[in-house]
């Protein structure tokens, strides 16, 4: 599985849009990137994933560029709630030995 | 649904002793998973299940033990607990065949004395 890196941590004012970015320059064709958060003290929470399009959900949106080296998940409208731990994660989609693999991620903090 | 539940939320050991982590799941999920994480650190895999009797290891199983004998059930025992097994524990599920989008429990923290 393809190895991401992410910055340590991230402000962002309350009501903006949030913008978290993730390397991923040696992932395989055939591996998508999935992002996770952890809000305190809680179980991570699934977010999105996608392989090559764009992305939207009820959540976000996930941005990955044409290479596919990068991404950007970017919650539109940032609130209080929304301070976690992001993680990014690429991973080969099924297989009966899918693990996730989780590094030590992006900790948002959004400001009021 | 309740989703994922886990037994108990906090507990305290001391070293030697064992206890079984608890951990139920309600979307008639295949696969399940226990995790631990260190303060300050991302999760790592102890072991997984693809179904009702059947489990294998993940990254870190030394110190565990598991069984599946239920789809809903997925317990993670210690058998004699050491502190470096201090951590918070997290069990999680995932609906189909190799999905990563795994539902996670609200975690156990275990602390060994």
């Known amino acids: 599985d393809a190895k991401t890196t992410q910055p340590p941590s991230m402000d962002c004012a309350e009501g903006r849009a949030a913008n978290l970015p993730c390397n991923h320059s040696?992932?395989?064709?055939?591996?998508?990137v999935y992002w996770y958060r952890q809000i305190h003290s809680q179980g991570p929470q699934y977010i999105i994933h996608?392989?090559?399009n764009n992305e939207t959900n009820e959540m976000a949106s996930l941005i990955i560029t044409e290479d596919r080296k990068s991404s950007t998940l970017i919650l539109p409208h940032a609130t209080l709630r929304d301070t976690a731990v992001y993680y990014c994660i690429a991973l080969v989609y099924g297989g009966a030995t899918n693990k996730l693999i989780f590094g030590t991620g992006t900790l948002l903090a959004v400001q009021p | 649904n309740a989703g994922v539940t886990q037994t108990p939320k906090f507990r305290i050991l001391k070293i030697g002793q064992s206890m079984t982590l608890q951990c139920t799941q309600d979307m008639n999920h295949n696969y399940m998973y226990w995790y631990r994480q260190d303060p300050g650190m991302g999760l790592k895999l102890i072991y997984y299940s693809v179904g009702a009797g059947i489990t294998d290891k993940g990254e870190v199983p030394n110190g565990y033990n598991v069984s599946r004998s239920t789809t809903e059930d997925f317990p993670l025992r210690l058998e004699l607990a050491a502190p470096s097994q201090t951590s918070v524990y997290f069990c999680a599920s995932s609906y189909d065949w190799g999905s990563n989008e795994q539902f996670f429990g609200p975690g156990t923290r275990l602390t060994v004395l």
């Open positions: 996608g392989l090559k």
């Open positions: 040696t992932i395989s064709g055939n591996e998508y």
